[in-house]
């Protein structure tokens, strides 16, 4: 019953899970250095998330659009640059005190009042939508990590079921080639025995791949050399969510950059709608002026003869053209309906979006349990038949041999909706704008325990 006990330690560590809850932020981060460190022997969510949160080139690309946004508030708030106008005159203008050799001038403008607050607004709403991009850029990756990270824990998962079908297949060839000397098998089936063997090592060179281009994947995402070292990834134990689809609608309305940006995209419309209004408005300009006059060059001076000039200049734009006014006023509104049109196409393709996540997510969960509580035990009962059956000559060694392959299948079918479990939470997670498990003390694999 060697066999039998073997399959018995496979399922045991078959039923080890995996969490997907986002760890809590440390209050003081490692450093680079530290982290490339912890990242080489045994990776974590954490550190992976807090490495790209540091070295990823699309969250440092959107932290300085915001900041350039934010510095350009003062660049559209503040009044135009004066203006300084200097005249020289090579013929000097006579006049009734003298010969006007120079002038000199200067001007600001002056845009009419709330003018420049309401362009503030514009940039106030540009800053949000920044901040916005920035968060919507660290879930992307976050999203990214946590879905390599469950390929790579599927990946290396099946190469240690694998390994084991390996071990086990090279015990039955054993009892195969015996029982085919006393002549209680056929040399097909031990023939058969060694092409499975074969497959299973051509899948685990197959893994072996895999698991290098997903490494470079990872890497990518973490601004990493394609080729550095990432340590054996921590075993986490799947968390169901505890929300149904209304609540998650919900979450996503509330906390989804897309959803969130579209209605800040509709409150800029909104301002400039009113900022169009003040286009309408006059601005104003003020200013100085001062001429430098001569001696004039007459037998009969007047009193104030040379007398230089001062004066106060008063300009004013007149919003003459009716009609441009109103177009750019319609044009204003007509671009609010546009955004308010934008965000009930986001907010119903959000809600496509969960409900299609949610049924995958929820279809990974009964195949994790159907495979944990029915399947799996089953496939182990079957190959303890199947060996008893074979050791009394009930039945032939292809049948043992087929058991088997089952067995493999059913285990690499686990494996996998793990992995597709995590990454569709991941997904679902970002859609949402939060985690969907933490404080939900509830295990996935609860239930699978019984079935040790």
């Not at 330690?9 to 809850?21: D, E, N």
């Not at 990872?218 to 209304?246: F, M, Q, T, Y």
């Not at 060059?297 to 003459?320: E, F, H, N, S």
Request: hydrophobic share 40%; glycine share 6%.
């Amino acid at each position: 019953m060697k066999a039998v006990i073997l399959l018995v330690a496979i399922l045991t560590t078959s039923l080890v899970g995996w969490s997907v809850a986002l760890p809590s932020s440390p209050s003081q981060t490692p450093s680079i250095e530290d982290l490339e460190t912890s990242l080489s022997q045994k990776a974590t969510i954490a550190d992976l998330i807090t490495y790209a949160y540091k070295q990823n080139p699309s969250i440092s690309a959107a932290r300085k659009a915001w900041e350039a946004t934010i510095e350009n508030y003062r660049v559209v708030t503040g009044y135009p640059d004066p203006q300084l106008k200097f005249s020289y005159f090579p013929e000097p203008i006579e006049t009734r005190l003298g010969p006007q050799d120079w002038s000199v001038s200067i001007t600001q403008m002056i845009p009419f009042p709330g003018k420049l607050s309401k362009a503030g607004e514009l940039i106030q709403a540009d800053a949000r939508i920044g901040r916005l991009n920035l968060n919507r850029a660290v879930r992307d990756v976050i999203m990214s990590i946590r879905e390599s990270y469950h390929e790579l824990l599927y990946i290396q998962e099946a190469k240690r079921v694998v390994g084991q079908n390996i071990q086990l297949l090279e015990h039955l060839r054993k009892v195969g080639e015996t029982a085919y000397v006393k002549d209680r098998t056929t040399l097909f089936d031990i023939t058969k025995a060694q092409s499975q063997s074969a497959q299973l090592r051509y899948d685990a060179l197959l893994l072996e791949e895999l698991e290098l281009t997903e490494n470079t994947r990872l890497n990518a995402i973490l601004n990493r050399s394609p080729d550095a070292d990432i340590g054996k990834l921590e075993e986490e134990v799947l968390v169901p969510i505890a929300l149904d689809l209304k609540g998650l609608y919900e979450l996503a309305e509330a906390n989804q950059e897309e959803i969130r940006i579209s209605e800040v995209q509709v409150e800029k419309a909104n301002a400039n709608v009113d900022l169009s209004r003040y286009q309408n408005r006059p601005d104003f300009k003020l200013g100085v002026f001062y001429g430098s006059i001569g001696e004039p060059d007459i037998p009969q001076k007047p009193l104030d003869a040379g007398r230089d000039t001062i004066g106060v200049q008063v300009d004013m734009t007149i919003p003459l053209w009716f009609s441009k006014n109103k177009s750019r006023l319609e044009q204003a509104r007509a671009e609010l309906q546009k955004e308010e049109a934008k965000k009930k196409v986001r907010v119903n393709e959000t809600r496509t979006k969960v409900h299609a996540l949610f049924f995958r997510l929820e279809n990974a969960r009964r195949l994790i349990e159907l495979y944990r509580e029915n399947l799996l035990p089953q496939a182990v009962q079957s190959m303890e038949i199947a060996e008893t059956w074979f050791r009394e000559g009930q039945s032939g060694f292809s049948d043992f041999i087929e058991t088997q392959a089952v067995f493999y299948n059913f285990r690499l079918s686990l494996a996998r909706a793990h992995a597709d479990y995590g990454k569709y939470l991941a997904r679902l997670e970002r859609l949402v704008g939060r985690s969907l498990t933490q404080g939900n003390g509830a295990s996935l694999d609860g239930a699978g325990k019984a079935a040790k």
